[in-house]
């Protein structure tokens, strides 16, 4: 996982309220946000010896810049995002022809049936967890399924806080999983306890997962995650990561940080 | 009671949505039932679920819905049935639906339609407009019938506990050699006695036991008085009544102190070679041949009586149908109405009879055999009562109750 989908933050603000985080009249700083996000770039280029693929910005689609929520890639075939809320439906065009012209295989879900993409579908090899309830409807796992020919697990998501699934769960290549227990029902964590020994789960705080300690980016044995997270780094250190903090307030303003701002692409 | 069925797919076993689901439906206030689940063979395999929601009104169904739609639950397309034409006549085509005793609808251009003449083990033709849909049976079914098939656009209604707190009521479908009978008679009577007021059909479908152990004298009675309706019995029954009027023997045997006559073993056969010169039973009761009896009784009452042939039957009597197909479709024809059917002392024709009717007729079903009371049982009526008892004591006990002085 090492290939990676950005968006540059030339259009980014807060132009809508779409989740808790968002205020419009608060608003993000958008020179810091530019300096953020650069920041990001060069430690996963730098550090973690990621490639970063660059989307080219479209103005008046300020979310833009979270390229984890315009789909989910498997090897050469993507299954685009259907957005839930109408302000992010203009950005599932420019997504799309990026896709054709970079020879994936596009498939779309029928209308009306909304999926968010990697923002609320995430695994490993051979074990996916899929968010559902706030943004993804979970009869496009179904679908999704089978175009990628993957298992994936339904997970409920129930606090309006955590309203995709890679804010409150993020899988690692060492098959460990940092997540939140409290944004699942007890459906959801008996499910994810079942598949995911204890040893392997490491539950984040509350004011870590505040700060997004699970909207991580995990690039072999580097995790690139949001600063403010003291415990969970211990923790992921005494696993044998090299877990790097970047400051990205700006973004956390709309309610993403370093995960929903990359899509992996293979 | 409103239900819907919905359907789950997918990873439902692992991430615990089937719990979920059946949790959220217990919350909302209704209840459900597992019609199937299939589990997947490996994890990558999804699984299947489908359930019924019940729900006490159409609202909180609804409710019902909309919360576990969330959740995936998609409520299950209901399609017309489909039918296909019967390739030959007596063949139904492949994969042709095959009816139960219980109130069954089939789904035509929409509309859930009742399918008349239910009884199990049969075929359901639709007409020329895929309307009225009836049961056929093998045998009846015509090249070019439209005979529904698969199972889709067809429900059945389990019965419900029937409302009336009678014996039929409380009784299920047990049976006991070892319960004290004389409630269960009385309550049988009190049926009996309502049936009548309400000119509803009683039928009786009996062996020639009845005779040979004197329940000849109470059954005639029952028949006079109005409470039996519809009669079947084979060759024997009638053919032994008739011996007992003209000899006052049953298969030679005295029927007032038990002691073979002389020359008796031929008087079934003289009996029936009697009828046979008469040309009929009726003809025979007409001319007042006959003048005392079931038979006598059934003729001068107007009582439908089928008489279905077995293989070993001497003669036959004139009006015995030889032929099972025939017979079944004679016993058929006269089930109309019938809400009340004690099965006496006969196997065969308890168990054919069994079989013709359908779930909500209740039955009483009385042999000395407990097989039989048993058999008839399973069927899985709520209103069958087994008796385990000797029949000519059961019409007695019976007759008494209604009114009979011996």
Sequence with gaps: MSRLLVCPPDHYRIAYEINPWMDVKRGADPMVARVQWHALVAMLEKNCGATLERIVPV????????????????????????FRYPERRPEEPPFERWFQEHGYQVKRLSLGLYFEGAGDMLGTRD?????????????????????????????????????????????????????????????????????????KRIAVPEEEAMRFACNAVCIGKHIVIPEGCPITMERLERLGYAPHAVGLSEFIKSGGAAKCLTLALD | MAHETILLHGHIIDSLLLPKVLDLILQYGGSFELAHVRIGKTRE??????????????????????????????????????????????????????TTHLPTEVRVHGKW??????EMDLGIRLDRDDLAPHTVPMAEVRKGDRIVVGREGIRVTPLARPAQLDVFGFMGAQVSSERPHGHLIAGIARRMQALRKSEAKILLAGGPAIIHGGGREPLAWLIEAGYIHVLFCGNALAAHDMEAHLYGTSLGLRLEGGVPSHHGHEHHLRTINRIRAIGSIEEAVHQGVITTGIMAACVRRGVKVVMAGAIRDDGP??????????????????????????????????????????ASVPTVCVDVNPAVPTKLADRGSLQAIGLVMDAASFLRELARQLGWKE
């Design chain 1, 59 to 82: 103005a008046g689609l300020p979310d833009m810049v979270f390229t984890a929520n315009s789909g989910i890639v498997a090897g050469r075939t993507v299954v685009l995002s259907q």
């Design chain 1, 127 to 199: 074990l996916w967890f899929g968010g559902y309830l706030q943004r993804t409807d979970i009869r496009a796992y179904r679908y999704v399924g089978e175009f990628l020919g993957r298992e994936i697990l339904p997970l409920e998501l129930v606090d309006p806080r955590f309203y995709h699934l890679d804010t409150c769960f993020c899988p690692l290549s060492g098959g460990e999983v940092i997540w939140f227990p409290g944004a699942f029902d007890r459906y959801g964590q008996a499910a994810v306890k079942e598949r995911i020994p204890a040893e």
């Design chain 2, 45 to 98: 395999e999804p699984s299947d679920a489908r359930i019924i929601v019940h729900a006490e009104s159409p609202e909180r169904l609804a409710e019902i819905i909309a919360a576990v739609q969330a959740h995936g639950a998609a409520v299950e397309k209901e399609a017309d049935c489909q039918w296909l034409e019967a390739p030959v006549d007596g063949v139904f085509p492949d994969d042709f639906y095959a």
């Design chain 2, 113 to 118: 339609v009742p399918v008349k003449g239910i």
């Design chain 2, 317 to 358: 009597l004139p009006g015995v149908i030889t032929d099972s197909v025939q017979a079944q479709a004679a016993m058929r024809a006269a089930l109309p109405g019938v809400e009340l059917a004690l099965l006496v002392a006969s196997t065969l024709h308890a168990v054919a009879t069994g079989n013709l009717l359908p």
